[in-house]
């Protein structure tokens, strides 16, 4: 499995040399977070953002903004995102855009007015060099000294990579996504003097990518802030940038990358579809270190805001199974189930292996049903017999959706109506319809042992779905799996398949998860659960307390609180 056979140049400590670029699926997991850890060390795991309230104070008397939003866009289609994202800034800002042609900005003027609430909007024409960070540099120098912050986002795609779009959208999120996010933002600005830069965690499909030839880096880093005349250099410690070059920043915490005339448009490389190693490249590397040069030190955010609007009225049955060793239910599992109480109307707990009296009455708090059998099956073999047994009270009564989950993960992380809220946000039409009929947390790819499907760990089908024919055939036909390759196998893949060829689409929570169990290896749920959680997935697998890392652990519970939201 994996993707191999991509070169690139890169300048090494002895000169110009030619590399294959060795893909992180020949590494095993330990291996790849060795190397991480050695260069990202300490680094601080993202604070988590739940969201604030703007302050009524933080207005200039005179009404100019403190904040100024610069963009570059490269790729002008991009701009009904953006625009969405810039309308979520709760503060009065200027926009200023750079774009490399006059038709460009003439499609970017079209898109932006009378749609994008800024005071004003500047947009101007650059040379296509330095990628996005000349034009940043260019259009802000003059302007700069008159804002408190800015931020700097771009168009990116990410063309040389599968998951660019992903990846674009994951920093939008956690930079933008709602007005409560953002107002978080400004109020750890606000409340913290020396807090100079705000950028989200580095994406987990780069890997061991961004810190690769750091110590080369580290030099040309070291050279552009004495460039830059910065007193006391510091380019110790951990890896610590944001990856991409998109972030918020305090003007003073970076002010001489704007002073003087270094770099200008012609120190930057010529285009030439470099993925590394130019000046661009550099500065991305840079901005936290002139910070912290400045007397400054960053944050890492993470938005965990959702809609306040988001409505939550439909009516749904689930299916939890459970397997209690020792007849109890798991603390984990109770917080499980209370958190999924807030969204299913009908909740049946299945207990594989049985109950005690106090497992059972502690079931019943959450559940209308609780249903105990023998441990056969696993989950598959438990959802078919419930589903078979209850096919009148499902398909004729007024529930639109089935959730059937298990006791597998921790979590939710995060509320269930934060999550319907995500998925709403990702896939709803313009007419707030979904464009799928059933969905999942991860999605795992094809490969020459397993079909693509969804995870089983939880699904969710509407009811076009669990009314149909196709849906009752698998179940009636399933056998009951012995084992569990053949519970994936002939459960949680052939029911993704089966569905499929009847003609219904699904979508997941994650769609990155696809790519890095592609690129990363098929284990990722367990072995990486701080980067599946980054990714956005709300579950930590219990089985990766055994098979991840130490560092993975404490980054995970580093992020999340050692209790992981309270629900380990």
Known sequence: ????????????????????????????????????????????????????????????????????????????EDCPELIGNLNEIPYSFDCWISTDTEEKAARIRSAFTGTCRARTTTIEVFANRGRDVAPLLEQLRPHIAAYDYFCHVHSKHSGTVEWGDDWRRYLYWHLFGTQA???????????????????????????????????????????????????????????????????????????????????????????????????????????SYLARSNGFHSKKCFNLTAPADAPYTHERVALFVAFNVDGEVEAADEHYLSALSAIATHIIYISNGGLSAQGRATASRYADEVIERDNVGYDFGAWQEVLLSHRTLLTRGSFDELILCNNSCFGPLIPFEHIYSTMDRQYQDDEGSDTYDFWGITAFPASEEHRHHVQSFFLGFHHNVFSSSAFWSFWNNLATPT?????????????????????????????????????????????????????????????????????????????????????R
């Open 181 to 287: 996010n953002i107002a978080e933002t400004f109020e750890a600005f606000e409340s913290d003097p020396r807090l100079g830069i705000i950028y989200p965690e580095r994406y987990p499909l780069l890997g061991e990518n961004y810190i690769r030839y750091w110590k080369r880096y580290q030099k040309d880093i070291l050279q552009l802030l004495g460039d830059l005349n910065v007193p006391n250099p510091q380019t110790s410690g951990p890896v610590d940038f944001p990856a991409g070059t998109m972030f918020w920043a305090r003007v003073s915490a970076v002010h001489q990358v704007f002073e003087g005339q270094y770099p200008s448009a012609l120190d930057f490389d010529a285009e030439g579809d470099q993925i590394d190693s130019t000046l661009a490249h550099v500065i991305e590397r840079s901005w």
């Open 1 to 76: 499995m994996g993707l191999v056979g991509k070169f690139f140049k890169h300048l090494s400590e002895d000169g110009l040399q030619e590399t294959a670029a060795v893909t992180l699926n020949f590494l095993s997991p330990h291996r790849i977070q060795r190397r991480l850890d050695h260069y990202e060390g300490k680094a601080p795991v993202p604070v988590p953002f739940y969201g604030s309230e703007p302050h009524a104070d933080f207005e200039r008397a005179d009404g100019t903004p403190r904040i100024a939003c610069q963009l570059h866009i490269f790729y002008p």
């Open 483 to 567: 084992d569990r390759d053949k519970a994936i196998e002939d459960g949680e893949e052939m029911l993704s398949t089966s569905l499929v060829e009847a003609g219904f689409t699904w979508n997941v929570l994650c769609p990155a998860s696809e790519s890095y169990a592609t690129n990363i290896g098929e284990t990722t749920g367990y072995t990486w659960p701080y980067e599946m959680t980054i990714l956005g997935m709300p579950f930590v697998k219990k089985k990766s307390y055994k098979m991840a890392c130490s560092s993975q652990i404490e980054k995970l519970e580093g992020f999340l609180g050692s209790d992981l939201l309270g629900c």
